[in-house]
Each structure stands twice: as structure tokens, then as C-alpha cells.
């Protein structure tokens, strides 16, 4: 399991979709137990998703104050903890974890596939709340494209969900019948070379 210093937590949190941070101490027999426990759980498929790593708790952060604690990160944002050695906790927070983004999985696909062409825009049509949506909508008004929308301000998990699941860090975003297409300046490239409506009618 790597071990990571203070500096590089932060960045060590958003590196993947599910990140799972255990504060430790050397030397510490209830950490070493937790320690040769982790590499048990990610041999099982189930757990794969998960990316594991270690950090000496003399760093003093995320108010750690005993030792062996593990944070679970989603997307960056604490969701849920373990204090102590219990095996039997992180196993079951785990799978909770993995059931809660099985429904999440499920709320996005059904969401990319409301409308044949899709936009997750930042505020409304009527009220873009960014550049770059009102851009995209320009275009798609010009096009008298019609669409369906969803306003990623509204839903702070889907927001941060669907980053992860389409691979596509930033808003707004585009789908053709449940397929990203991308975000503004594909679009805006698309538009440009005339190849946007095929893409569309695709």
C-alpha cells in the first residue's frame, strides 16, 4: 500500500472516484493489523474500485485523534469513517459505499438517457449561469435543436457523480442518445466544420 506525505493528501483524495485514506502509527499493533488487512479486501473483485493508501497520523489533519482511522472519500468529499481496528466495520462500509454508487450509476444513466440529446448545463435555458452553457445553448438555439436539460447546480451528487462516470471533468456537458459527445469547444469545433448536425442526428 503507498504511503503518502501531508503535502500530498489533498491531491491524493482526487486522484480517483473512491478513495479510502488509513491514519496510522509504526510500530502500533492494532494499525499493523488494519495494515495487513487491506491487501486481503482489494483481492476480492468487489473492492477493486476502491484505491487504498496510508498516511502517518502525526500529520494532524481531517481532526484524526486516535490511530488506526480510516476515511472513505467520494469524489473527493468525506463520506464515512472507521475508528479502530474493526475489520468487520470496513468491510461493511465498503459495500455500502458500493451499493450507494450502483444507485448512483443507475440515476445517471437514466438521466443521460431522458432525451435523446442530453445537455447538463450549469443553471437553465432560460438562465445559464456560466459562459459556457450559455454558448452551448446559443449553438443548439441557432440549430432549433430541441433537447432535454439538467441543471448540475441543483445536485451537488450529480454533479460530482457524473465527472466520474463519463471521464469528463467539466460542465457543461452534451449526450447523444447516452453517449457524450463533449463539452463546449468540441461542440463549438463540431459546429464550425458542419459535422454538429449529423452528430446530432446520430
Known amino acids: 500500500m ?46 477493486k474500485k ?10 494532524g489533519t481531517f481532526a484524526v485523534r486516535s490511530v488506526p482511522t480510516m476515511i472513505m472519500f467520494r469524489n473527493g468529499n468525506e ?8 475489520t468487520s466495520a470496513i468491510t ?8 450507494s454508487d450502483r ?11 431522458q432525451q435523446p440529446i442530453m445537455v447538463f448545463i450549469k443553471g437553465t435555458p432560460e438562465q445559464p449561469r456560466c459562459g459556457f452553457t450559455r454558448t452551448l445553448l446559443l449553438i443548439l438555439k441557432q440549430m432549433n435543436v430541441q433537447f432535454g436539460h439538467f441543471d448540475i447546480l441543483s445536485d451537488e451528487e450529480v454533479r460530482q457523480s457524473l465527472k466520474a462516470y463519463s471521464k469528463w ?28 448536425e449529423n452528430v446530432l442526428k446520430s
Open 92 to 99: 461493511q462500509k465498503l459495500r455500502k459505499i458500493l451499493e
Open 169 to 196: 471533468p467539466t460542465y457543461p456537458q452534451l449526450y447523444v442518445k447516452g453517449a457524450l459527445i463533449g463539452g463546449v469547444d468540441i461542440i463549438q469545433d463540431l459546429h464550425e466544420n458542419g459535422e454538429l
Open 103 to 113: 444507485s448512483i450509476e443507475q440515476r445517471l444513466k437514466s438521466l443521460i438517457n
Open 50 to 59: 476502491f484505491k487504498f493508501f496510508k498516511i502517518d497520523a502525526v500529520s
Open 2 to 47: 503507498e504511503e503518502i506525505e501531508a503535502s500530498n493528501l489533498e491531491k491524493t483524495i482526487l486522484s480517483s472516484p473512491l478513495v479510502n485514506i488509513i491514519f496510522y502509527a509504526k510500530n502500533d499493533e492494532r494499525c499493523s493489523q488494519i495494515l495487513d488487512f487491506i491487501p486481503e479486501l482489494v483481492a476480492q473483485d468487489e473492492f
Open 79 to 86: 463520506i464515512d469513517r472507521v475508528v479502530g481496528a474493526d
